[in-house]
């Protein structure tokens, strides 16, 4: 069997852990001679590299590992780039969150004024990605997570439109595991049809392996609880926050009963709700600050220290399944059915043909296949057809330097009341991401 070798963009993220814990545990399906990590922050980096190259040798000593801020000596003979970077860190999460909210709008990382001054930031850094892998590892395939998502995959399809990159969410698969809960199967007992764009979706259809209908089922549960199940998903999802956004689906679940939501419609069809119940003195960004961030560096300190990672500090969770799977799946050539961020192209067919959309396609050995969804109802389309064009002037105005794109963008968001409070919100925006945007004139 031929051993591959992997990078992970973004070596110091709070998610390297999991994922390197998966890729270990995951030899015998996809067997490896090398992981490397990557990332443009060495004192970060070095903490979780340092715990994994004890984990690693404790575990798979056969498995040559190394983690470096060099684009050469990371991207050079590797076959996969796992990239999830976040340009500006949480400290510019943090101003995501917090400077919509004293304009009175959303602050959320990947949706509204937040998600665009996040994508404003991300696509020159994911570009540059996608460049080191062509120079240094022309064979090679990035798999990315890199926020905001529907942001990247525009900017990748407009800037890249032939690089082996396939952009990614876990959250679908997450609630996906919420649902196979709520029947008593498992995700990989379900079949599904969904559609939308990422972060912004609906699931149509959920089967069973005998083609049981069970979204009526599903349905039911969802109008009562949300997706909070009985047994915890993952640790991140205990959190306070993200419980209310599974509960709050009920209510996007009865703006139309017909089909399954994804959570983050929350930010477009309850903003007003969501600006009440947010704190602007401490967001979701000061949340992950203080959990998962800490959770996961002392973890890595303490294996450091006690020179061991036995004590299973380490955890695996959704976001590494699917990843590594979707590997797997281009690697063997599986033709796996896997939701992810492609260009449309007719597979919804009364839909732009150049929006990127989130929808299940079958994976293989040349990338994504995408799956016809069929016609989309007047409701979704108008929805996904606003947000769609803000994705799109996002990357116009980058490209184009445009000011006048960005404050149209952030007009036409569903998040944001008029084109006065866009303006005011783009000049706050603009000072604290002097740093990182292109100068717009
Ligand atoms: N698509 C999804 O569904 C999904 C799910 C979970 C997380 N994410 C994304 O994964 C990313 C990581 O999340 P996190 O909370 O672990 O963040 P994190 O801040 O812990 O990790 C991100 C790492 O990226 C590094 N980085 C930033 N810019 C870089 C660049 N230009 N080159 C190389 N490295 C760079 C940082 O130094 C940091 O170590 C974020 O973009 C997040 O939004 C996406
Ligand atoms: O607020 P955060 O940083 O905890 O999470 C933001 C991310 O949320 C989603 O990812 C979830 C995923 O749905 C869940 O299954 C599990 O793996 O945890 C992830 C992170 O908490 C979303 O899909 C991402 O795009 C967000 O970055
Ligand atoms: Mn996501």
């Known amino acids: ?148 998502a529907a942001i990247v995959a525009e900017a990748c399809r407009v800037l890249r439109p032939n690089s082996k990159i396939l952009n990614i969410c876990d959250m679908p698969v997450g609630t996906l595991r919420r649902m196979s809960q709520i029947v008593g199967l498992t995700p990989q007992d379900l079949k599904i049809r969904y559609f939308g764009l990422n972060h912004f979706g609906w699931w149509t259809s959920v089967k069973d392996q005998k083609g049981n209908e069970l979204l009526p089922q599903i349905r039911d549960y969802v109008s009562q609880y949300g997706y909070l199940t009985k047994i915890e998903v993952d640790t991140q999802h205990t959190d306070a926050s993200w419980q209310e956004t599974h509960k709050k689906a009920k209510d996007l679940l009865a703006v139309d009963p017909r089909f399954l939501p994804n959570t983050y419609l929350k930010y477009y069809l309850y903003p007003d709700y969501v600006v009440e119940h947010s704190n602007p003195e401490y967001t979701r960004a000061n949340e992950v600050i203080d959990g998962r961030e800490k959770r996961v560096f002392s973890a890595a300190k303490s294996i450091i220290e006690q020179k061991t990672a036995k004590g299973g500090e380490f955890h695996i969770d959704t976001h590494a399944y699917f990843i590594v799977d979707l590997a797997r799946a281009i690697a063997y050539d599986t033709n796996e059915r896997m939701l992810l961020i492609v260009e449309n192209n007719g597979a919804i067919p009364n839909f732009s043909h150049d929006a990127m959309v989130e929808i299940p396609c079958l994976v293989g050995n040349s990338g994504a296949e995408p799956l016809n969804q069929g016609k989309i109802p007047t409701f979704q389309k108008g929805l996904m057809e606003q947000q769609v064009a803000v994705e799109k002037l996002v990357v116009e105005a980058w490209i184009e330097h445009s000011y006048q794109k960005m404050w149209q963008a952030l007009t036409l968001s569903k998040t944001v009341p008029s084109a006065t409070v866009a303006k005011a919100l783009l000049d706050d925006l603009i000072i604290a991401n002097q740093d990182y945007w292109p100068e717009l004139k």
């Open 1 to 148: 069997m031929k051993k591959y070798s992997v990078v992970i963009a973004g070596g110091g993220s709070t998610y390297t852990p999991g994922i390197v814990m998966m890729l270990l545990n995951s030899l015998d399906k996809f067997p490896l001679y090398e992981i490397k990590l990557y990332d443009n922050d060495a004192e970060r980096q070095k903490i979780i590299g340092d715990a994994l190259a004890i984990a690693i040798q404790e575990q798979n000593p056969e498995i040559r590992f190394n983690y470096t801020t060099s684009p050469e000596e990371a991207f050079t003979n590797v076959d996969f780039c796992m990239a999830h970077i976040r340009s500006g860190k949480y400290k510019m999460r943090e101003l995501d969150e917090k400077i919509p909210l004293k304009h009175g709008v959303i602050g959320q990382e990947t949706c509204g004024p937040g998600g665009i001054a996040y994508g404003m930031r991300s696509i020159g850094d994911i570009i540059e990605l996608i460049d080191y892998m062509e120079k240094y590892s022309p064979h090679c395939w990035m798999l990315n997570y890199s926020n905001p």
